[in-house]
């Protein structure tokens, strides 16, 4: 048992409501660049803060002719959009509640949010959504307004309220108080059904300033260069809402990107020329495939290889001396990092704009050796930790001493616990006030102040932390053998050509896995090694890709014991899929409905 606390940082008291910023950064600098837009041919244009605040005020006066009040809650359903950032702040303006819904949601999804959060309102992208509202309408009787952005709803919103005199807006803003609820935000739910978390304007204000004035390095660019982040994470998700309202408040340039595929990313990063990032694992894998399948295709793989050793190798030497415990880089390694920074690592850093420098990685774990490999190469990944209920992060490690494989210590004004059966525990102004309508579930995990999050960790002696598991997710072999199965996931899902992993084994003799693979990564293989392609069906029988994949099983296994080991594995020929129910809108695991729906492959696995 073990619990270490990070003061809080010496920061304003905490007034009035999110908006407040908007209108006041738009007083103090009119012309200071606040977004940036893409249009219809791809060009990335700027938007003042002016201009920023001129749209939400219209945006609030029609909200407010439309009906909407004081408390309301609208539902937004749409990708990572400008339009999600307007409506945001105009309904903070006027005093309303946001209640985000994934745009994969199905229909009873959704159906049980807009029910359970009682919305009155929802706005919608594009006529599949509003499809998919109005087959549950009839189910839902408070919802009375339906807005689709892709049919001119911002225009005819901000038509309805013209009329409206600016005072009007101001008395509704000026009415909200740190302690109004600001939005409620669904979990995932990979078990069970998914409850509202209430959070309210004080806990995204405590949340981005704490994180924005901690990690200043990050969020104020050097002299003369202007901070820009593009925001490509779900703004359904607390992860990116949080870098939302931490751009706006902390006077950031920011941007929208709604697809998460590198092929489409990158270009964006590129042109848009970000100084951050922020992301989860699954971004910093692909971007490092995709830079190791560039140099193969070049024929680079060799150097790049030598490249990869000698970045991890410099950024641990950097990590030991900043903890006391070595000289840093040798001459030698200096020289060599030096080389390939201009051949290798200057490259990476260009396919990201050529401005990046710091990025920060949440919702699930990272490699350590990844975390390295891109310190090294120059863009420094500030690993983090946190929970809807904690809205985001908790911890994260900090920018003068990383220690990567930890997602780092907790951060200004925060408590982190370790109980005695290894749960984290939390505390701090970021902690939710409860899940909406359901005091239950709400006194299972608020305790006196603290905030019980199922995860299991270790705390050490600096404070830094590491999450080994879920509480509900510890397998249990037939012969009593206990395990965490996301580290050893984790190291499986690290080879290129893996997308995911799912460990079973409960109640089971032994630990086996089922395995997807990635299949720009498995088209690449085939081709540098001049084979044509192949069939879904025909990979997953394919001895030399077998083969290869045993390697990355083999590998994975050295960091357990042989009890925990995966014995055999199957290669599917389709990977889990939101879609499908299978994985949640942040990418992680539901491992019950997988099992449900590959039984007879896990079942195949024991004969």
Wanted: charged share 25%; with cysteine; hydrophobic share 45%.
């Amino acid at each position: 048992m073990r619990e270490f606390t990070a003061p809080p940082l010496d920061a304003a008291p905490l007034v009035g409501g999110l908006a407040d910023a908007v209108f006041e950064h738009a007083e103090r600098d009119p012309d200071r660049v606040a977004l940036g837009r893409k249009d219809s041919a791809g060009h990335w244009h700027d938007m003042s803060s002016a201009q920023f605040r001129d749209e939400v005020l219209a945006l609030a006066r029609g909200l407010l002719a439309s009906g909407v009040r004081f408390g309301d809650r609208i539902a937004l359903m749409c990708r990572t959009r400008y339009e999600w950032t307007l409506f945001d702040f105009a309904i903070w303006t006027v005093g309303a509640q946001s209640v985000p819904v994934y745009p994969t949601a199905s229909a009873e999804q959704v159906f049980w949010t807009l029910y359970d959060a009682g919305v009155s309102a929802c706005v919608v992208e594009h006529e599949d959504h509003a499809m998919t509202v109005g087959s549950v309408i009839g189910r839902l009787p408070l919802l009375k307004r339906l807005w689709q952005l892709d049919a001119g709803a911002v225009a005819q919103l901000v038509a309805s309220g013209a009329h409206l005199d600016d005072e009007v807006v101001h008395r509704h803003r000026r009415a909200v108080t740190p302690d109004s609820t600001a939005t409620v935000i669904y979990t995932s739910g990979t078990t069970g059904r998914p409850r509202g978390c209430v959070i309210t304007h004080a806990n995204l204000m405590f949340e981005t300033d704490t994180v924005a004035g901690r990690w200043a390095s990050v969020f104020r660019a050097r002299p003369g260069d202007e901070p820009a982040t593009l925001l490509f994470l779900p703004l359904a998700h607390v992860f990116g809402r949080m870098v939302e309202v931490a751009a706006v408040r902390s006077r950031v340039k920011f941007g929208h990107q709604p697809v998460l595929r590198a092929n489409v990313l990158l270009p964006d990063m590129a042109a848009f020329r970000p100084t951050f990032f922020l992301g989860v694992p699954y971004i910093f894998e692909r971007i490092f495939d995709a830079a190791r399948r560039r140099a193969e295709t070049e024929g680079r793989a060799g150097p790049f290889d030598r490249a990869v050793e000698v970045a991890v190798r410099h950024a641990e030497a950097r990590e030991l001396r900043a903890f006391g415990l070595g000289p840093g880089p040798s001459a030698a390694l200096r020289v060599r990092h030096q080389f390939f920074d201009k051949a290798v690592y200057a490259k990476l850093r260009e396919s990201l704009g050529g401005r990046v420098r710091y990025a920060m990685s949440g919702g699930s774990g990272m490699d350590r050796r990844l975390g390295l490999f891109f310190e090294g190469a120059g863009v420094t990944v500030f690993e983090g930790y946190g929970l809807t209920e904690s809205t985001a992060a908790a911890t994260a490690n900090p920018p003068e001493r990383p220690r990567f494989g930890t997602v780092g210590r907790p951060i200004p004004g925060t408590t982190v616990h370790v109980a005695e059966d290894g749960e984290v525990w939390l505390r701090g102004g970021h902690v939710f006030s409860g899940y909406l309508g359901d005091p239950g579930a709400t006194g299972a995990v608020l305790r006196d102040g603290w905030l019980a999050t199922g995860d299991l960790g270790s705390l050490d002696e600096d404070g830094y932390l590491t999450i080994t598991g879920r509480k509900k997710e510890i397998l249990v072999t037939s012969s009593g053998k206990s395990l965490s199965p996301l580290a050893l996931e984790a190291r499986v899902r690290s080879h290129p050509l893996i997308s995911q992993c799912l460990v079973v084994g409960d109640d089971r003799p032994f630990v086996a896995a089922l395995i997807t693979l990635d299949q720009e990564a498995v088209a690449h293989w085939l081709s540098v090694r001049h084979r044509p392609p192949l069939l879904p069906a025909e990979l997953v029988r394919d001895a030399s890709l077998e083969a290869e994949i045993r390697r990355a099983v083999v590998a994975a296994n050295t960091l357990v014991s042989q009890a925990e080991s995966i014995r055999t594995f199957r290669i599917l020929a389709f990977p889990f899929s939101e879609e499908e129910g299978l994985l949640t809108p942040s990418l992680k695991l539901r491992r019950r409905a997988i099992e449900e729906v590959y039984a007879a492959e896990v079942d195949a696995l024991y004969p």
